[in-house]
């Protein structure tokens, strides 16, 4: 194809109507921009966004913040082991093949009988000592810590006879044939058992995986669970306890424990294909941090319990583990506006946040 004169001469000129009308169309509107309606005008469509956003910089503090610290108390960790004990670098892979041998070296034993020791080890370890607190009183130095009302009283101990009950059937009954479950899937998958433990880097990331996958799962079971026609059926149970103590995170109707217990926590390793390893760290974690939520005190140190102790107070807000959806539905207004959002804080000291942040006193009737 030719390019003459005149063919230029029109392709020149058909560029120079374009760019006119473009211009024209970009006047017209800048004259009359004051007229249309931005996308964020409205103040609902503001405050969606700003929950949106606010979500995204709690999910990357939340995450970015375990992860150093994850990273630090590691390596922490594994050089004063191998300080103390002389152990080479792999001191953590030589650990593993000896449980695994200890196993018998099969997979289902050691995917079902060793989930368990080990899932019940961490959970009894933690609350025998806030059982410890909360039936003896005693360390009294540590009371002061206490949310809500004081320890159980004498009238409470049926009940926390109950729920120990419970919380052992639910691990036993409800939880083994879930694990045998669970197994087959985690082979299906390609879960490994045996062999080499992934690098450290790569569980950093599976971490985060697992905890976004918790959050999403639990948020929404939660937050159905409370639906009305729900319930009175199912997760009443678990609020029977308006002032939490450790070991109601396990205390619910058997449905609720396999739906929002033991799902979300395992479907994290499940989907990344993990290791069995990093599955136990991660459910111990997943079962330290729900003790901590329900432990009714905030301890210096540790992670704040104020979000979802104001959740069994209330009976409303805070339906999330990290808050990242609770903030990005608008399902922690009423906690944010609230004395107990204001002490949702890591205590670095030794004086309680109550007395640091009182509750406002209740007006009296005139």
Known sequence: MQFTSRSAFVYFNNINKGLSQTLKTANFQEMHSENIPTPLESPADRRK??????????????????????????NSITWHLQRIWGASGNLWQNTWNQIYHA??????????????????????????FLLMIEITKWPKCLIKYKIQEEPVNEKQKPMLQRAVQVVLFNQTVIALPFMVVMYHLMKWRGCVFQGELPTFQWFLLELAVFSLVEELCFYYSHRTLHHRSLYSYIHKRHHEWTAPIGIISLYAHPIEHLVSNLLPPVLGPLLMGSHLCSAWVWFSIALLSTTVAHCGYHFPLLPSPEAHDYHHKTFVNNFGVLGILDRLHGTDLNFRASKAYQRHVLLLGLTPLSQQIPESPSKKPE
């Not at 995450?63 to 150093?68: K, R």
């Not at 196993?103 to 025998?128: C, H, K, P, Q, R």
Request: proline letters at 0%; a negative charge; one cysteine or more.
């Open 49 to 74: 966004w700003n929950q949106v956003t606010d979500s995204i910089k709690k999910a990357i503090f939340i995450l970015g913040t375990a992860c150093i610290l994850f990273i630090a108390a590691s």
């Open 103 to 128: 196993f018998g070296e099969n997979d289902l034993f050691i995917g079902v009988a060793g989930t368990y020791a080990v899932t019940m080890s961490v959970f009894w370890f933690a609350n025998f």
